[in-house]
C-alpha cells in the first residue's frame, strides 16, 4: 500500500515537472536612486598677473573751473581669487592731454601715476570692483610745471573674454592740492573714465 502510494507520488512529480518545465523564481530589483547633480558654481578664476593699455576721457575741476582731455596709457596688476572674493593692486601711468576750458584749446599736458588697491567679486566672467588709489600728477601749461600727490577712489569692471584676455572699464577720481603761494592752495578734482584691455599671464 505504501509503496504504490509513494510510486504514484514520484510519478505525478515527474509527470508535474515535464509538464511544466522548472520555473526559476522571479526576484525583483529596488529602482536606483537618482543622480543628484549638484549646480556648478559660475565662479571663474582671476588669480594671476596681467598686464595692458586703456584709453579715455579725462574731466578736472579746477576750483570750479571745468577743464576736459584725453588719457591713454598703460597699466599692469596682480589679482587673487579668494572664492567670491577677489583682492588685487595695480599700477596705472595715463598721459593727459588735448585739454580744452569751454571749448578752447589749452596748450599743455600731464603725467599721472596711480598705485591701486581693488577688493571685487567674482560673478563667473564679470568681476565688479571698487578701488582706492595713491596718484601722482604733474601738469606743464607752457612754463609752468606742477606735481602733487593726492588720493582717490573708483568702481570699474572686468570681462574675462578669454582665459588669457580681459577687457573693462573703469572710472577713478583723484583729489590734489597744488600750492598756489601766499598760504592758498588750489583744489583739483581730477575725473577718469578708461576702456581697457589686458593680456593675462
Known sequence: MKTTFLAALISGSAAAAMAGGYAAPVVEVAPAAPVVVAAEQPTGDWTGFYAGLQY???????????????????????????????????????????????????????????????????????????????????????????????????????YMATPRFMLGAEWMRNNFEFDAGAGSDIDVDLDTLSLNAAFRF
Open 56 to 158: 579715455g576721457k579725462t574731466e578736472a575741476d579746477i576750483d570750479g573751473i571745468d577743464v576736459d582731455g584725453d588719457n591713454y596709457g598703460v597699466h599692469a596688476g596682480y589679482l587673487r581669487d579668494f572664492g567670491r572674493f577677489v583682492g588685487g593692486a595695480e599700477l596705472s601711468y595715463d598721459k593727459l592731454d588735448d585739454f580744452d576750458v569751454a571749448g578752447i584749446d589749452v596748450d599743455g599736458d600731464g603725467n599721472l601715476l596711480r598705485g591701486k588697491l581693488l577688493a571685487g567679486y567674482d560673478a563667473g566672467k564679470l568681476l565688479p570692483y571698487a578701488a582706492i588709489s595713491l596718484g601722482r600728477l604733474e601738469i606743464d601749461l607752457g612754463d609752468d610745471e606742477e606735481s602733487e600727490t593726492g588720493v582717490g577712489f573708483g568702481l570699474g569692471v572686468k
